[in-house]
């Protein structure tokens, strides 16, 4: 009797310990503008997260393992869940310099072009608007760098992303479900990137339109010859800038196309 009364103990604390890895939690925390995830209480302002509700995998891997298997297991699992949830955060900050960048590019290139357009109509002023239009190009490159790297870090992390999602997918009961919603996620956000690259391409033509015009056909002097090829810089500059911006969204696009042909 006294055997069977300790069994009956190991079975219920083994099925309390299953039941509550299958239903592992872990906490949120904002510290500095910058969520961070943890397995035990990261703050004062910490938000409890419970992630069978999100993740079901927890609670169909626990069916048939040990305790011990269960254990190892759930932990790691929770481990990968809340590296997902940071790189998602990481993801986002370099996003959000992304965004940065650019505004800080086109403003930039917007003040030099005022100025360059205030340049009076004589061969000093000619000068001026080909250097203004040199600098333009070089804020154009040094954004792009900027940028670049921005673009390599977020293509780091998404890698590794792909790599635990493969590990959960692999003993994931909803793929086929989960594959579809997110199949039509990501064709979504395609055209919405497709988009935005037709406007940038429109956007340049205009304006590339309105040099062209600016242009004389037969400079009469040297006033004339070195305001046009201020003018031929500031569409080189132009395109730069455009070509920076473009490449931003077809980065994502390649992404999203490679995350949608491995679904």
Same mark, same amino acid.
Request: hydrophobic share 35%; net charge negative; aromatic share 4%.
């Given at each position: 009797?006294?055997?069977?009364?300790?069994?009956?103990?190991?079975?219920?604390?083994?099925?309390?310990?299953?039941?509550?890895?299958?239903?592992?939690?872990?906490?949120?925390?904002?510290?500095?503008?910058?969520?961070?995830?943890?397995?035990?209480?990261?703050?004062?302002?910490?938000?409890?997260?419970?992630?069978?509700?999100?993740?079901?995998?927890?609670?169909?891997?626990?069916?048939?393992?040990?305790?011990?298997?269960?254990?190892?297991?759930?932990?790691?699992?929770?481990?990968?869940?809340?590296?997902?949830?940071?790189?998602?955060?990481?993801?986002?900050?370099?996003?959000?310099?992304?965004?940065?960048?650019?505004?800080?590019?086109?403003?930039?290139?917007?003040? #030099?072009?005022?100025?360059?357009?205030?340049?009076?109509?004589?061969?000093?002023?000619?000068?001026?608007?080909?250097?203004?239009?040199?600098?333009?190009?070089?804020?154009?490159?040094?954004?792009?760098?900027?940028?670049?790297?921005?673009?390599?870090?977020?293509?780091?992390?998404?890698?590794?992303?792909?790599?635990?999602?493969?590990?959960?997918?692999? #003993?994931?009961?909803?793929?086929?479900?989960?594959?579809?919603?997110?199949?039509?996620?990501?064709?979504?956000?395609?055209?919405?990137?497709?988009?935005?690259?037709?406007?940038?391409?429109?956007?340049?033509?205009?304006?590339?339109?309105?040099?062209?015009?600016?242009?004389?056909?037969?400079?009469?002097?040297?006033?004339?010859?070195?305001?046009?090829?201020?003018?031929?810089?500031?569409?080189?500059?132009?395109?730069?800038?455009?070509?920076?911006?473009?490449?931003?969204?077809?980065?994502?696009?390649?992404? #999203?196309?490679?995350? #949608?042909?491995?679904?």
């Amino acid at each position: 009797m006294k055997s069977n009364s300790i069994n009956t103990h190991i079975i219920w604390a083994t099925c309390l310990f299953i039941s509550t890895a299958a239903s592992a939690s872990v906490y949120q925390c904002e510290k500095n503008g910058v969520v961070e995830f943890s397995q035990l209480p990261c703050g004062e302002d910490a938000k409890l997260i419970t992630i069978k509700e999100q993740n079901p995998f927890l609670s169909n891997a626990v069916q048939g393992k040990s305790t011990e298997s269960v254990y190892s297991q759930t932990t790691g699992q929770v481990d990968s869940y809340i590296r997902t949830k940071q790189i998602a955060a990481e993801i986002a900050e370099h996003n959000n310099k992304i965004d940065t960048f650019k505004l800080r590019m086109n403003n930039e290139i917007a003040a #030099l072009n005022n100025q360059s357009d205030a340049q009076l109509q004589n061969l000093v002023g000619a000068k001026k608007q080909a250097a203004i239009a040199k600098q333009m190009s070089a804020v154009s490159e040094r954004y792009a760098v900027l940028i670049d790297n921005e673009q390599r870090s977020i293509d780091r992390l998404i890698a590794e992303n792909n790599r635990i999602n493969n590990s959960f997918n692999e #003993l994931s009961n909803n793929d086929e479900v989960d594959s579809f919603i997110r199949s039509k996620q990501i064709m979504q956000q395609i055209s919405e990137h497709e988009n935005k690259i037709d406007t940038y391409n429109e956007q340049l033509n205009q304006q590339i339109s309105l040099l062209e015009k600016q242009v004389s056909h037969r400079p009469n002097n040297l006033a004339d010859a070195n305001s046009d090829q201020a003018l031929v810089d500031k569409m080189s500059a132009l395109t730069s800038r455009f070509n920076t911006l473009i490449s931003v969204e077809q980065r994502q696009i390649d992404r #999203l196309r490679n995350e #949608l042909s491995q679904l």
